[in-house]
């Protein structure tokens, strides 16, 4: 089985600043890890990945997340937030094998004030 | 480069009533997906398909079949629609491929069905 929590429904943050969207996971076997960003009426859109080697992933848009085996997390972040990043952010895992689709978190709203 | 893309992109349904969602996709992937997206649920698996001719259910497939008859195309199909079926529903292909010694399994999703049955 395969699972992922995203602990925040929202997350407010102002400009300038720092932002960090949490995710943990489950699973039993070695994780891929994804975090997709969804605009308002949009679809899915793909940040960044990890599949195996270094912890830290770097990303579209300045994004980045680091891989926590130890603490089963893959945290979102991003040195310094824009108002254009507010949006719907979404964690995903994916076995290396087996099971093909991604199971996703629930979503995490950032928001950014200016 | 269209993508993934969904039709249609808005559809309100009466109780009862059928209707198909239909995916195609131009980047010749092996793999398509079904997901419906509820506020705090995130996204959930209806059902997918690992290739021409095969499917297989996810985690929500009650009251929804599928049909992969054409690699390119994937359709989802509510046979006697029900309001806990108003969602928007996602379609997203993707194919494993190494890049460079790396493993690319993202998958790319429509725009989205945002459907409301009353």
């Known amino acids: 089985a395969q699972s992922v929590a995203q602990p925040e429904d929202q997350v407010n943050v102002a400009e300038g600043n720092p932002l960090t969207v949490k995710c943990t996971y489950s699973v039993s076997g070695n994780p891929y890890l994804f975090w997709y960003v969804q605009y308002p009426n949009r679809g899915l859109q793909f940040l960044l990945k990890y599949i195996t080697g270094d912890n830290l992933v770097k990303g579209s848009y300045g994004f980045e997340a680091e891989f926590n085996k130890s603490q089963t997390s893959f945290h979102l972040k991003k040195p310094s937030a824009l108002v254009s990043d507010s949006a719907l952010y979404f964690c995903a895992v994916n076995l290396d094998t087996g099971r093909r689709a991604l199971t996703f978190g629930s979503g995490t709203r950032l928001q950014v004030q200016p | 480069n269209a993508g993934v893309t969904q039709t249609p992109k808005f559809r309100v349904l009466k109780t009862g009533q059928s209707m198909t969602l239909l995916c195609a996709q131009d980047m010749n992937h092996e793999y398509m997906y079904w997901y419906r997206q509820d506020p705090g649920m995130g996204l959930r698996l209806i059902h997918y398909?690992?290739?021409?001719?095969?499917?297989a259910k996810g985690e929500v497939p009650d009251g929804y079949n599928v049909s992969r008859l054409k690699k390119q195309n994937f359709l989802l199909g509510l046979e006697s629609a029900a309001p806990s079926q108003t969602s928007v529903y996602f379609c997203?292909?993707?194919?494993?491929?190494?890049?460079?010694?790396?493993?690319?399994?993202?998958?790319?999703f429509g725009q989205g069905t945002r459907l409301t049955v009353v």
């Open positions: 997203a292909s993707s194919i494993p491929t190494r890049d460079r010694g790396t493993l690319r399994t993202e998958a790319f």
């Open positions: 398909s690992v290739g021409e001719g095969t499917t």
